[in-house]
Each structure stands twice: as C-alpha cells, then as structure tokens.
C-alpha cells in the first residue's frame, strides 16, 4: 500500500493519496462493470448514487450523480468509463471541503481472477479541512479488505449475472 502526504506551502491545504490493491475471481471484462455507479449498488449495500446524468441511471463516461454520506453531500463525475480496458475513474467534489480523484484499473492476473489497483487522490480546499482529508485518507487506505469481500462474494453468489468475455 502506498501512501503519501503533502502539503501545498503556498495556499495550505493537504493532499493525500492512497494505493490499494485486491484480487477479484472474474476476468477484467467480467468484474469492470460491477466499477460503474449503478452496478456497485449490487456490492455495497450503503451506496445509493442518485443520477442527475443521464436519468436512466446508466453507467457511462460524463455521468454525474449525488452520494449523501452522514451529514453531506458530495458531487461525482464519471470522467472514465473504459470496461474493455479495465479503467475507471471519478471525479468527486464535496464543497468547501475536498475534491476527491478515484482511479480504477483491472489487469488479468491467473486465469479467471483480476488485479484491482484502486488509488485516491483527495485535496482539501481550505486548511481547516485538512484533518478531514488526512482521516479520510487512513479510511482509503484499509478499504481493500472490505471490497475484495463484497465484490468477490457477490461473484460467487451472482455469477450468472455477470458478463462473459467474448
């Protein structure tokens, strides 16, 4: 696990970035598309992206949608959605407090299993977030447990629901 922290002399706010990786018992092709907005809803019981485009609540590159999370409530950009190539990334704003940047890659590893590289890059906006941004970076940095689980089990239980490689 990688994991850095600067900060920016000149204006004083923090950025902090965080490497994690994981192995998911799909190809890439099968497991990229459980990545989109919508379909992580089918592994992460607490996510709930409200879409605001497009409205069919289709995962494709420019979408934008709304998370809450406790008491805020942050704005997503899906800035890449290239499943062929196993490569997703968002864009994520939370006014006043922190611009976050999640980058996805999936990599044929054995046959039939991927290596997922998740990386977070979170600036702060204004000093008084940094604290904020540096906690968040420790959450980040353990989440690779966490995902391997959900996504695997739900490999295991809901194979049929995935899509085949060619």
Known sequence: MERVTQRSEERGVEHVSNVFEFVIHASPVEAAPLFGPNREREWSSEWNPQFLY???REDCASSVFTVRHEDH???W???ILDLEAGHIQYVVFLTEVMVTLIDIRLQAAEPGTSR???RYERTALIPAMNEYVRQRGK???SMGPHWERAINDLI???ADRLPRES
């Open 116 to 118: 997922v590289t998740v």
């Open 77 to 79: 950009v899906t800035s």
């Open 54 to 56: 497009p409205l069919t």
């Open 156 to 158: 295991r239980d809901g």
């Open 73 to 75: 409530t942050s704005t």
């Open 139 to 141: 959450t980040d940095s």
